[in-house]
C-alpha cells in the first residue's frame, strides 16, 4: 500500500522559510515522479512543482519559480520542499502526491497534507 | 500557461441522476486529461487519467470522453458518496494546470 506523510508545515512569517518532506512507503521510489501540489483555504488545487523520479529533472510553476525548491533522496524515499521568501498568498495545505511514471503525469496517490500558514 | 476553466462551478443532483463536468483547455493538450475527487478535509482522489482511463477501484459509472478541445466527466446513477468536488487537470505541458473545481451538492 502506497503511504505518502508529510511534514514539516506550520506558521512561518513573511518573508521567512520552511522545509517541507514526505516521507514514501509501499512502492519503489526511484521509478516514480513526484509532485507537490497546494490548495489554499477553500480554493482550487495549485500544482506547484514536480520532479523526475531520477532528480535529474525539477518542474516549477511561476508562482514559486525562484523561491521554492524541490529535490528527493531515492536512498531515504524521501521528497523535499524548501520554501523561502514565504508570502501570505502561500497559505495553504501543501500536498505530497506520487506521479504514475517516472516523469510528471497523473498523480495516483496523495498524501493527507501539511498546513502551512505565512502570517506575521 | 495552459488554462482549465471547468464548468459548471457547482451542480445540484439527486441520487441516480445523470451528471456531466466540463473541462476546456486553452489550447490543445492532446488526451492529457485527468479527473480527480475531493471530499472535505481529504486528499484528492484519481478517477480517471488520460481522458477516459478509469483508475483501478474507480466504479464504472464514472467516465470521461473529448471532443476536441473539451473534456467531459459523466456519472450515471448517482450515489450518495460521489457528492464531492471535482477537479480536472492537463498532464499535457508543465505547469500542470488544474481546473477551478466543480461542487457536487445534493439537491
Known amino acids: 500500500e502506497v503511504q505518502l506523510l508529510e511534514s514539516g508545515g506550520g506558521l512561518a512569517q513573511p518573508g521567512g522559510s520552511l522545509r517541507l518532506s514526505c516521507a514514501a512507503s509501499g512502492f519503489t521510489f526511484s521509478r516514480f515522479a513526484m509532485t507537490w501540489v497546494r490548495q489554499a483555504p477553500g480554493k482550487a488545487l495549485e500544482w506547484i512543482s514536480a520532479i523526475s523520479g531520477s532528480g535529474n529533472s525539477p518542474y516549477y510553476a511561476d508562482s514559486v519559480k525562484g523561491r521554492f525548491t524541490i529535490s528527493r533522496d531515492n536512498s531515504k524515499n524521501t521528497l523535499s520542499l524548501q520554501m523561502i521568501a514565504l508570502r501570505a498568498d502561500d497559505t495553504a495545505i501543501y500536498y505530497c502526491?506520487?506521479?504514475?511514471?517516472?516523469?510528471?503525469?497523473?498523480?495516483?496517490?496523495w498524501g493527507q497534507g501539511t498546513l502551512v500558514t505565512v502570517s506575521s | 500557461d495552459i488554462q482549465m476553466t471547468q464548468s459548471p462551478s457547482s451542480l445540484s443532483a439527486s441520487v441516480g441522476d445523470r451528471v456531466t463536468i466540463t473541462c476546456r483547455a486553452s489550447?490543445?493538450?492532446?488526451?492529457?486529461l485527468n479527473w480527480y475527487q475531493q471530499k472535505p478535509g481529504k486528499p484528492p482522489r484519481l478517477l480517471i487519467f488520460d481522458t477516459s482511463t478509469l483508475q483501478a477501484g474507480v466504479p464504472s459509472r464514472f467516465g470521461g470522453g473529448t471532443s476536441g478541445t473539451d473534456f467531459s466527466l459523466t456519472i450515471i446513477g448517482l450515489q450518495p458518496e460521489d457528492f464531492a468536488t471535482y477537479f480536472c487537470q492537463q498532464s499535457f505541458s508543465t505547469p500542470y494546470t488544474f481546473g477551478q473545481g466543480t461542487k457536487l451538492e445534493i439537491k
Open positions: 489550447q490543445s493538450i492532446s488526451t492529457f
Open positions: 502526491a506520487k506521479d504514475s511514471s517516472l516523469l510528471p503525469s497523473s498523480l495516483d496517490s
